[in-house]
Every structure is written in structure tokens, then in C-alpha cells.
């Protein structure tokens, strides 16, 4: 049960945050700037590639190496293919796990290892392997982790994780906390903009620091619920099945990590799905048993004593301005048509990056306020 008290009571959400995601949530931005930062002084912005490159692998472990292998592909998906490493193992453990590289990889391919651990043996041998191979190979991990150190060992590029303003280098970051993603993601698009694969100058991650600055203000815990899109949200999944529907190329890579995070940090089941294929996949669950009014037994029995039943909510997220061809009109729809309710976010005007910022942003906010006046 969602405590909706605690949301306009701010004091009481910070001490009830004992993991700090709040805080990990308001310090995105400047997260951004202290990764863009560490990609400088790691030479990023001083390579000289001789082209691009022919393929993009990716591999790391956890909710945020996932986000951002997701991100990295919905954005420079269109010039060169990219490829996330699955990894094996026989537990989800750091000395577990390990990766390997395609058949095909070599000396015109990149390999990007990222972390919020660094201690992954598995990922040591891969840079070895890719090493063999001729790969280049880019990592951002923890400052003085074992992999940071084999990387180095095999003439790869190390930039050190970023650590949040009031957090100490080398602190633990789960994976799937706020501020894990942009201190993995930042890095890699001012490397990928120096390659050629996407636009994403100092200026333009600049701006995203700035939209991730503007949202956490109206999302923040002294913004009440009523104007607060966050904690609105928060409010509205509560007791709901959420189905993230999403149309437009940032917002389909946004929508599976707000269903992931809200998964692993407040336990709350999620599905994602882009539209229009979101409609035939997903219809069926408005109309059978988690329809709003679906109640199979008996309408008079006494149900003092059970448990509130889950029913579909719909999570309309897009990326692009209101016009044009748009599969909007028919989710809605198909949703009001079973009675489930739906919720909508939309982003403020602004390019591709500083839109998908806002939406990554809203959903870590609405997901922190859901796991903490649930806890």
C-alpha cells in the first residue's frame, strides 16, 4: 500500500530514504557534468579516429549497463550496428559472469565495458580477449578497480565513474539507483560523438545537465503532489499493473528501464511495450481479468479481508511533439474503451537528448517516490 501522506512530507520522505535514491534522483545533473568531466581528463575529447567504427559491442552487468546498451542503440543504432554482450554464468554474481565476443570482432570494431562495480573478472578477460582481437576498447568503471587496472594493462581507455557532489569516490552504486545511469551513459556519448555516431557536443550534454536541473525541481519533495509529475505518477501506479506504452526512438529505450527500475527497486511489476505494437500485445491484458472492472466471483461477497486486486494502468511516454502520424489516439482508445485509467508524459520542447533526459528523469523520480511510501 502507497502511503500518499508521506509524499507531501518531505522531511519524513528523507528519513524514510534510507538508501539515499532521492538524492541519487536530484543529483542527476550534476552527475553529468562530474562524468563529462572525467571523460575529458581520460582524452576522450583529444582522439583522433580514423573513422567510424564498423559495430559497437556492449557489455556490463545490471539494470544501468543494460539502460545504457538500450540508449546507445536506439541513438546510433542508424550508422553503425550495436550489439549487446548477453552474459552466462550460473549465478547473477560478480565472479560469476562472464562475456565473449562475437566471432566476427575485430580491429574496426569498439568494445564499451560498463560497470557500477568494476570487480567482474569476467570483464577483465573480455578486454583481454578484445585485446587479441585488435578491438578498442573503452571502459568506465570505479577509479582503482581491478578492471580499471586490466584495461589500462591492455591499452584500452578507462574513464573513472562518476560519484554524485556529496558522495565519496569508490562509494557503492547500486545499478539500479538514479545517478548509475548518467555516470555510465555521459561518457560514452561524448565518445560516440567524437567517433561519429551521434551528435552530442560539450554544449549539447551541457543542456541535458540543465533539463535533468529543471526537472528535479518540479519533481523534487518539497514540489506538492498536486503539481508535481512525479509524485503524481507515483500515486497513480500504486495498485496497478503499469503498461509503459511508448512511441518515438528515445522514449522505447526510457519506457523498459522505467519498467526495469521500477521492478528492481520497489518491486512493483511493469511490461513495456512501443506502440502500435504495444495495442495487439498488450489489448488482451485490458481485457481479461486485470481489466478495471474485471471481479469473476461473486459481486456480494464480504471483501473486508482481501487484498486489493491489481488492475492495468496505461503509461503513455513519447518522445516527439503532438502532430503527425501518431498511434496516441488509438491507445488512448483502446484503454478508455476497457476502463483503464491512463496516465501521459510528454516532455518540454527541446532536442532529441535534452527529451529523453526529462523522461528518464520523471521516471527515476516517480519510481523513488513509489518505492520509498511503499517501503
Known sequence: MLDESLLDAPEALARADHRGLLRGAAEAGARVRTAARHAVEAGIAELKPEGRPRSVLIAGPGTAAAGVADLITAL????????????????????????????????????LITTTDGSEPGLALLAEQAYRRGCNVVAVAPQRSPLAEAVDGVHGLVVPLAAGPFEPDGAEMSAASPGALWSLFTP???????????????????????????????????????????????????????????????AAPAGRRFAAVLSELSGHPALAAALPEALPVHGVLLAGSLAAGADPDDFFRDRVEEPERLHARVVLLRDRPAGGLSALPAARELALSHDAPVSELEPEEGSELECLAELLAIADFATVYLTIASA
Not at 79 to 95: H, I, K, M, N, Q
Not at 207 to 236: F, Q
Request: negative net charge; hydrophobic residues 45%.
Open 188 to 250: 560514452l556519448l561524448a565518445l560516440l560523438d567524437r567517433v561519429g555516431l551521434l551528435s552530442a557536443s560539450p554544449e549539447t550534454i551541457e543542456k541535458i545537465a540543465v533539463r535533468l536541473d529543471r526537472t528535479a525541481e518540479r519533481c523534487g519533495p518539497a514540489i506538492a503532489t498536486y503539481s508535481n509529475p512525479a509524485k503524481t505518477l507515483a500515486s497513480e501506479l500504486a495498485e496497478s499493473l503499469p503498461l509503459i506504452w511508448t512511441e518515438g526512438v528515445g
Open 76 to 111: 546510433a543504432g542508424a550508422f553503425a550496428p550495436v550489439t549487446r554482450l548477453e552474459s552466462t554464468g550460473v549465478a547473477p554474481a560478480a565472479g560469476a559472469l562472464r562475456w565473449t565476443l562475437p566471432g566476427w570482432a575485430g580491429s574496426v570494431d569498439l568494445l
